[in-house]
């Protein structure tokens, strides 16, 4: 049917997946990462304090203390074409638009700096998608990861007059295809190292101890993605809890410990990996690469390999595909 003459332009429908992951700064220095941290830390998801106790500490200490010595972290690992989160997010975005075809929108988003969820999905619908499938790339479901996703989309859709249709991609820590692309990745990875592990350690991002008592399902699904991971290799999995922050009790044990206590035992040789994360970023190519070795020697380990994420390995990116198309069934 032939539009009138005097109707607005209107984009020829299609459907849309974003995929988001948790952000990083625009660049490796101080000023970039304040501004990171200040919206990161701001996240009532992200810091269960009252915010009368937490603005002053936020503002007054860790943001004139912090974002120096992070800058200079992030330096170490930044890469020629970015941040290495963004870089490999980007690229997976680009691997999947090529797998899905021409009839799929593929984009990125953070959910904390650039690109923004808002942006996003308001340029996706501007463009013609008028169904977006959101997919938070979080294996394990956590308040302060997928719920906050999932809140920013709803800030988003608030804000618009004519809104697409959403899905949203579930936790997949104990999909059969997610399973199967970290025993795939591992099983390489393992037989390219020079040195025979004493120990594996799946290393999973911390929490506070409390959002396990407040019922968040996070360490539950972490162990399971374990569980299952190690049956599938054949091979016993050290579990551990890595970048504790502040002073309350967190998920235990810390890598850190692990990492010595293995060491102390007389574990020579350790292999050490991070099925929490879609991507490789900050918290695994300077925290678990670089200074989980200087941890591991130091405490009288002898052989010592950080093994990277999925990223947009072909394992990865073939169990991605999976997961997204099931998502999109009744939309193609």
Known sequence: MMLPASHPPVAAPKVGVLLVNLGTPDAPNTAAVRRYLAEFLSDRRVVEIP?????????????????????????????????????????????????????????????????AIASQLSAMKADGCNRILVAPLYPQYSGATTAT????????????????????????????????????????????????????????????????QLGDPYHCHCQKTARLLSEALGKPLTIAFQSRFGRAKWLEPSTEDTIKRLANEGKKRVAIFAPGFSADCLETLEELAMLGMEQFEEAGGEHYAYLPCLNDSEPGMDMLETLIRRELSGWL
Not at 73 to 99: C, F, H, I
């Open 51 to 115: 915010s009368l106790i937490w603005k002053p500490i936020l503002h007054g200490i860790i943001l004139r203390t912090r974002p120096a010595k992070s800058a200079a972290n992030y330096a170490k690992v930044w890469m020629d074409e970015g941040s290495p989160l963004a870089v490999y997010t980007n690229r997976q975005a680009s691997a999947l638009q090529s797998r899905l075809g021409s009839a799929i929108d593929v984009r990125v988003a953070m959910r904390y700096g650039q690109p």
């Open 149 to 212: 996703v999932v809140d920013e989309v709803g800030r988003a859709l608030a804000a618009m007059r004519w809104q697409p249709a959403l899905r949203t991609l579930p936790a997949y820590h104990d999909d059969p295809a997610h399973i199967a692309a970290l025993a795939t990745r591992l099983k390489t990875q393992l037989a390219e190292l020079d040195f025979e592990p004493d120990a594996i350690v799946a290393s999973f991002h911390g929490m506070p101890e409390r959002t396990l």
